[in-house]
């Protein structure tokens, strides 16, 4: 079915009515200033990233232990309050090779986003990060990884602080 345009009051606008000022039209510029307060579960987890090693929190409840930190079990909706230090280490869940970089940028070498189910961790529980000095070819899941950590002066408490993931 064909749209005809008389079917539609109004007057029908281009972009030069727009370029010439024959309309109104604000050009802004959004300010979108901001503050996030991270909470208690959040600063822990990143406090510990700047300090070199991983967080996690236990349920004293149902037992599990989970990562990144949280003030409620998911599980069984009570609060969690016992922080627990984790290995840097963990194994791969599942991952993907990326030929496009996050401003989708074509690159020839793939970079390699993975789950990693950290060690200490209930199972089923870890973070995204990279993978690196690592063969495309070979990533595989259940592969055993470790972090590269930044040098510590360079660490600012965000999960960039894990530089990435490398096979052990």
Known sequence: MKLEIQNFPGTPLTEADITNGNVLSIHDQLKADF????GIAITEYLTGLKRGYLTGIKCDT???IVIPPRTVCEWCYQPMTNFVKLEDTGRVNTFSLCYVTWDVQRITEPEIPAVIEIDGASPL?????????????????GMRVQAVWKNPEERIGAITDIKYFRPV
């Open 35 to 38: 503050a996030w307060d991270t």
């Open 62 to 64: 149902c037992r599990k």
């Open 125 to 141: 529980h870890g973070i995204l990060h990279k993978l690196g000095e690592v063969d495309a070819q070979k990533v595989h899941r």
